[in-house]
């Protein structure tokens, strides 16, 4: 994993900004795995500024983003197709019939995995997945536990994560318990990954992916089996 050190998060948002950039620019019609979160806000920043000084065009690009909570309605202001409009398409030229959030409120968690997967592939995978990663190690919404799973699929929330994501919410209680996340395989078949990471709270998690032994435990740790993935965090997260 080449690894990427930055003095802060607005350095970290800029870094990973100009990846994103590039893959555009060589790839106009490229397919991005985008996330949601604090991480990657200032990443899409960054993009949105670049689309206005007219560095950037995303009239070709199609995306597909990582996961969302289930149940939820696009319009409630915490799902993540609220969040992914909010901080970048209402502000680029993305077409939006070719971006993609997994359906929270599909009637049927299963056949909603499956047609996402269906859809990664009618577009050909995924050229560059932005990731995140949660202070227990998740990557998308792929928990800690004894099992991992390969494909786009419904899935519980930790109690870990339930209460690091509350912060969003009125209460603990009102954060979905539920979520529909792109599994392992889903991940691990993009052609390029960067994951970023900011803030001391990541440290520990930075630390086991960096360890070179994979576990259920810590899902990030399976990036190690990936020929090219980058992260890109900041002093905080990687020195603790
Ligand atoms: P965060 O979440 O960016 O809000 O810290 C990251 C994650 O849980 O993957």
Known sequence: ????????????????????AAQVTLKPNCVLGLATGST??????????KYEAGELDFS??????????????????????????????????????NTNVPDGQAKDGAAEGARYEALIASLGGIDLQILGIGQNGHIGFNEPGEKLYPYTHLTDLTPSTIKANSRFFAS?????????????GSILNARKI????SGA???????????????????????????DVTLICDEAAYNG
């Open 201 to 227: 709270a990541k440290h520990d998690a930075i630390v086991k992916m960096l360890s070179g032994v994979m576990t259920t435990q810590t899902p990030a740790t399976f990036l190690a089996c990936h020929a």
């Open 60 to 97: 070709a690009v199609r995306s597909v983003n990582l996961d969302e909570y289930y149940p939820i309605t696009p319009d409630n202001d915490q799902s993540y197709r609220y969040f992914m409009n909010y901080h970048l398409f209402d502000h680029v030229n993305i077409d939006k019939a």
């Open 194 to 197: 960067v994951i970023m990471a």
């Open 172 to 184: 603990e209680d009102d954060v979905p318990k539920q979520a529909l996340s792109m599994g392992m």
């Open 40 to 49: 990657p806000e200032g990443m899409y920043a960054c993009l949105v500024k």
């Open 1 to 20: 994993m080449k690894v990427i050190v930055c003095k802060d998060y607005a350095e970290m948002s800029a870094k990973a900004a100009d990846i994103v």
